[in-house]
């Protein structure tokens, strides 16, 4: 039995749809399915069987290439076999673009066909939104990107495509002013040859500004232990190298920045620390006089895994001191590859022994660690959890991370953290409270520290 298309998976599973009936009916470039299927109506009725054949695009994107100091957008002329069936003239003005593979993110595409039709290599890039392009009869879904660019003059900038696609692309050169005055003609009907077939979005001035991209993918998230992961450079320069996605976790929260590598064919980047960029981004600051990785390619991003795993067990030997003062707010911190500390407001502290004792045996009673996610009401209804007096966990996505240690129901400690931890308590390994530090009339300072290391 032939395998069906990846293109053209079954229906997906919804209450309120009864698929009867789903065949691939072609496989060609792009599949065309066949379903028969009932669906529910508004007043809870089931409608009469329908059968609908859905061709299947899967994604795609475009990229309008703007340069902000010269106020100018690329767009590029291209032969196409619909506009001629259309009765349209074939050779038309658009947007670079191209088609998303199974797997493959939209970040890549973007940069892809960017460089493929015009040759240029954005820095930086914008989401301007995501929409159907035909939802009565295809699957397509496209993401549409404003990428920030440097243009020559207005006019011809060239001809580009893949030779072995017999693709033949021309870049136009535009002033913005005039090529949203082309989009207009086009929304009026006014079209004569010379309008702009994009859909309507703002202006990317706008965006430039303060253009950013889509948050980073932070893989330390769902595995601490990943020292390796490849990923695509979106933006490269002294500031820092951005990436789609990355095992380093930027320094925040008292944590340091990871140090590392940015490998790729024919080149290596050291990174001196991972820091937060713009809209929830990391950047990778480049060792002094380090090469860059260019704008597009395939990089691995390797960690200093011997300080990252230390920051691990610091990290996670501190949750296990702050359980062992409770009802105290934490008012700082630092976590160090050879020495830690937190600083509580309280006005007498334990003993360093009866720390360095208690906490040991948390060690060794090697309790789990884990997580999970509770929504922004659910933190304002239950405040205790925060410990932290002069940070606290960063809002707008809609969600917390709790990271506990223990059991669920009943957690050595359990407070919102963005950090990375170790799997289990007695991978922290034997720790001692060294000194006890009073920096105030009621903040106490204490420091640990990796015991024999």
């Not at 392009?133 to 003059?153: I, K, S, W």
Request: charged share 25%; glycine share 10%; hydrophobic share 40%.
């Amino acid at each position: 039995m032939k395998a069906r298309p990846a293109k053209a998976p079954p229906i997906p599973a919804h209450p309120g749809v009864t698929v009867l009936e789903d065949e691939v009916v072609w496989d060609g470039r792009f599949p065309l399915q066949r379903v028969r299927f009932t669906y529910a109506r508004f007043d809870g009725s089931q409608s009469g069987e329908l059968v609908w054949e859905l061709w299947r695009r899967h994604a795609g994107v475009a990229v309008l290439p703007y340069d902000p100091v010269a106020d100018s957008v690329a767009l590029i002329e291209q032969f196409r076999l619909p506009a001629l069936a259309a009765g349209l003239d074939p050779i038309m003005v658009e947007c670079p673009a191209g088609l998303q593979e199974i797997g493959e993110a939209p970040e890549q595409v973007a940069v892809r066909e960017t460089l493929e039709e015009t040759g240029l290599s954005p820095d930086r890039f914008e989401l301007i939104c995501r929409t159907m392009l035909m939802q009565g009869g295809c699957d397509e879904t496209m993401h549409y990107y404003a990428a920030r660019v440097r243009l020559p003059e207005p006019g011809a900038g060239g001809e580009y495509g893949l030779l072995d696609e017999h693709e033949n692309t021309r870049v136009l050169v535009v002033p913005a002013e005039q090529a949203f005055a082309m989009l207009d003609a086009n929304q009026n009907h006014e079209c004569d040859g010379d309008g702009l077939p994009l859909v309507a979005a703002a202006s990317p001035g706008a965006a430039a500004t303060g253009m950013g991209v889509m948050p980073t993918e932070l893989l330390y998230r769902d595995d601490a232990y990943a020292r390796e992961a490849t990923a695509t450079v979106l933006a490269a320069g002294p500031e820092g190298v951005l990436l789609d996605r990355t095992p380093f976790y930027a320094q925040a929260g008292g944590q340091p920045g990871d140090a590392g590598w940015l490998r790729w064919e024919g080149g290596e980047m050291p990174v001196n620390k991972a820091v937060k960029g713009e809209a929830d981004t990391v950047l990778h600051l480049p060792a002094e006089g380090a090469a860059l990785p260019p704008v597009g390619a395939t990089v691995t991003a390797a960690l200093d895994w011997a300080p990252r795993h230390r920051h691990m067990r610091m990290h996670t030997a501190l949750h296990l001191l702050c359980s062992l003062i409770p009802g105290a707010g934490v008012t700082g911190g630092q976590i160090g590859a050879e020495r830690s500390r937190l600083d509580f407001d309280l006005a007498a502290p334990p003993t360093k022994e009866w720390l360095t004792e208690r906490l040991n045996a948390l060690v060794a009673e090697d309790h789990a660690v884990g997580e999970r996610w509770i929504s922004e009401a659910e933190l304002d209804e239950n405040p205790s959890l925060v410990r932290t007096l002069s940070v606290q966990p960063p809002r707008g996505a809609g969600r917390i991370r709790l990271v506990r240690i223990g059991a669920e129901d009943a957690p050595v400690d359990l407070q919102p953290c963005g950090g990375t931890h170790v799997r289990a308590t007695a991978e922290i390994g034997r720790v001692e409270v060294t000194k006890l530090e009073n920096k105030g009339k009621q903040n106490r300072r204490v420091y640990l520290v990796l015991a024999g290391e």
